[in-house]
């Protein structure tokens, strides 16, 4: 990947289409909501293929993401606190609490992250 200056920030091309990043949101997206985002999303990816290997019918998966950040260390993300919203028929939360555990372990975003960010995962089954 490669960024270019800009105006309010950096700028990447990328095959999807271009990626705005600035510390101000009038020009782009900020440093840590693309942190969080990696982090929730990609959980969410392997949520969803989890539970699809485990058989598990589900319509939709919602995930709320909290961010925890340190004012007195430059602002750094301290913990992100994701609560997955899973609509489905005939779920059960064993079954959902050893799918959360397994995205945790394959999730490559939040394996990136041990040790410097705490990420808790909640859910509710809807």
Same mark, same amino acid.
């Given at each position: 990947?490669?960024?270019?200056?800009?105006?309010?920030? &950096? /700028?990447?091309?990328?095959?999807? #289409?271009?990626?705005?990043? %600035?510390?101000?949101? +009038?020009? #782009?997206?900020?440093?840590? /909501?693309?942190?969080? !985002?990696?982090?929730?999303?990609? !959980?969410?990816?392997?949520?969803?293929?989890?539970?699809?290997?485990?058989?598990?019918? &589900?319509?939709?998966?919602?995930?709320?993401?909290?961010?925890?950040?340190?004012?007195?260390?430059?602002?750094? *993300?301290?913990?992100?606190?994701?609560?997955?919203?899973?609509? #489905?028929?005939?779920?059960?939360?064993?079954? *959902?609490?050893?799918?959360?555990?397994? +995205? /945790?372990?394959?999730?490559?975003?939040? /394996? %990136?992250? *041990? #040790? %410097?960010?705490?990420?808790?995962? +909640? &859910?509710?089954? *809807?």
């Amino acid at each position: 990947m490669e960024f270019k200056m800009n105006e309010g920030g &950096f /700028q990447a091309k990328l095959p999807y #289409g271009d990626l705005d990043v %600035s510390g101000d949101e +009038t020009y #782009g997206y900020r440093p840590y /909501q693309l942190m969080v !985002s990696s982090i929730a999303v990609c !959980s969410g990816g392997v949520l969803r293929k989890v539970l699809e290997k485990m058989r598990l019918s &589900f319509d939709d998966i919602h995930i709320e993401a909290k961010v925890e950040r340190n004012e007195e260390k430059a602002s750094r *993300i301290e913990k992100i606190h994701l609560h997955f919203k899973i609509k #489905g028929t005939n779920l059960k939360p064993v079954k *959902i609490k050893k799918a959360l555990a397994l +995205t /945790q372990k394959n999730c490559s975003m939040v /394996q %990136s992250v *041990i #040790g %410097s960010i705490e990420v808790e995962e +909640t &859910f509710e089954l *809807i």
